[in-house]
Nanobody, 114 residues
Framework: HVQLVESGGGLVQPGESLRLSCVAS????????MSWVRQAPGKEVGWVAG???????????SYADSVKGRFTISRDNAKNTLYLQMNSLKTEDTAKYYC?????WGQGTQVTVS
């Protein structure tokens, strides 16, 4: 069965950094475009960043305007792992973060900036 296990969240102060990881199993990870999404309490799920499944030479990443220039999405297909490097964190980045290929979801990892 498909498993997506996110980790790396925590409580940080504004301006600090975190690196989220998501390990996938049960899918051919390298063949899937992947995204990070987030949900803050009382708010709808919002897309954060996405990365294509193309070979690294052609791989493309895209970002929500709210995180552009601060967050970097990357992937290691050999490790079936998706990453999200989050720098210059703001209080408005507080949310539960999920990785997804679009259909499956993990349990998420909580990021609190306070």
């Amino acid at each position: 069965h498909v498993q997506l296990v996110e980790s790396g969240g925590g409580l940080v102060q504004p301006g600090e950094s975190l690196r989220l990881s998501c390990v996938a199993s049960g899918i051919t990870f390298s063949r899937h475009d992947m995204s990070w999404v987030r949900q803050a309490p009382g708010k709808e799920v919002g897309w954060v960043a996405g990365i294509t499944s193309l070979p690294s030479l052609f791989r493309a990443a895209s970002y929500a305007d709210s995180v552009k220039g601060r967050f970097t999405i990357s992937r290691d297909n050999a490790k079936n792992t998706l990453y999200l490097q989050m720098n210059s964190l703001k209080t408005e980045d507080t949310a539960k973060y999920y990785c997804t290929p679009g259909v499956y979801w993990g349990q998420g990892t909580q990021v609190t900036v306070s």
